[in-house]
């Protein structure tokens, strides 16, 4: 591929960025949702009436959960759960690679597994490994607290749920099904070549081609489908659709379930893999993870909705949860004050910048 021609590729990348809404910055998309998230906190007395949302969790799921904890409340649930163990940070590379395959053995797991952060976000850090070296190599760059997880093979959904406190159950307020992003080879043109020449790859494209840098100039076989990545995290490049199509009695069944489990749980977002949709409905899934209050409804991120549509239902998902929110704090649940907030904040700041 030309250099000229790459450039105008990444010319046109950019021009989509900024004309599909579901590519912009966090400080373009996010600015109307402070408002109203700071007009909540107004109506309502301050910034308790979200950090009362969820009891249970720490700093009430705010700022800087760590995935461990979590997945360590979900514990009655194993059957739901993905196996996963926390590995400690360690300076000495050898050591920590000794420490990872003893935890593959006391959980009795294979290749490939998961790594991930601690403690993190919008999938920064997390790595799927398929081998002694590559996880070595991924040791050898996270150095801070990691979580082992099973590797769960199928397809990743984004189930938000909600309870009212005093209800019995709680509901599904949005499913996300989250696809890879695909090119069909065509005998022809390399996979850069595929990933620059496709309408909705191309925005992407920096982040594809690093996926795959290894295997830019392949030229696959007609019909050969290609993934350009594998987390289920949509700025790392995955497609986000509406799955509401997917809900039913038996899958909000099991959702409730597993929050059930975890004490004073009452809003947020599952990331559940099954083997396919059927298996999905029946209930038949694991949770690979858990997010609280600042986590999305993320179905929004289809490429078929408007922006005003978006806005409404996260504005709708603010709203839900500063009524749980209102509702804890008349049964007792004085939630975290800002100044604590701030202070977790600074905590885990210097404690990223020590390596911990």
């Known amino acids: 591929m030309s250099p000229l021609r790459r450039w105008r590729r990444r010319l046109a990348g950019w021009s989509l960025r900024w004309r599909r809404w579901e590519f912009w910055p966090l400080w373009a998309f996010y600015p109307p949702i402070v408002i109203w998230v700071s007009w909540l906190v107004l109506r309502h007395g301050g910034v308790s009436v979200f950090t009362a949302v969820n009891t249970g969790l720490w700093k009430a799921g705010v700022i800087g959960a760590s995935k461990s904890r979590i997945l360590a409340a979900l514990a009655s649930c194993s059957d739901l759960v993905a196996r996963s163990r926390l590995l400690a940070p360690d300076d000495d590379l050898d050591r920590r690679c000794e420490s990872l395959a003893q935890a593959m053995g006391a959980l009795d797991v294979h290749w490939p597994v998961v790594l991930k952060p601690d403690r993190g976000a919008r999938g920064q850090g997390v790595g799927i490994v398929r081998g002694p070296e590559q996880a070595r190599a991924h040791l050898a760059i996270e150095t801070g607290p990691l979580v082992l997880q099973e590797y769960v093979p199928g397809h990743e959904y984004g189930v938000f749920y909600a309870r009212l406190p005093g209800e019995a159950r709680g509901r599904i307020f949005s499913i996300t099904d989250k696809r890879p992003a695909v090119v069909v080879g065509d005998g022809r043109r390399s996979i850069e ?15 594809y081609c690093e996926n795959l840098r290894e295997r830019l100039e392949e030229v696959p076989a007609p019909g050969q489908r290609v993934p350009l990545g594998e987390l289920g995290t949509h700025c790392r490049g995955a497609i986000f659709l509406d799955g509401h199509h ?15 489990a975890a004490e004073g749980f009452h809003f947020g977002r599952f990331d559940l893999r099954a083997c396919s949709e059927r298996a999905l409905r029946e209930g038949r899934f694991k949770a690979i993870e858990l997010n609280g209050l600042v986590s999305e409804a993320a179905h929004v991120y289809d490429p078929s909705y408007s922006l005003l549509a978006a806005y409404r239902v996260l504005f709708r998902q603010w709203a839900l949860a500063a009524e749980i929110g209102r509702r804890q704090r008349r049964r007792g649940h004085p939630g975290t004050g800002f100044r604590q907030i701030l202070r977790a904040a600074l905590d885990i700041r210097r404690g990223v910048a020590a390596g911990r």
């Open 193 to 207: 070549e595929l990933i620059y020449d496709d309408p909705r790859a191309v925005a992407l494209a920096r982040i």
């Open 246 to 260: 997917l809900w039913t009695e038996a899958l909000e069944r099991a959702v409730d379930r597993l929050a059930s």
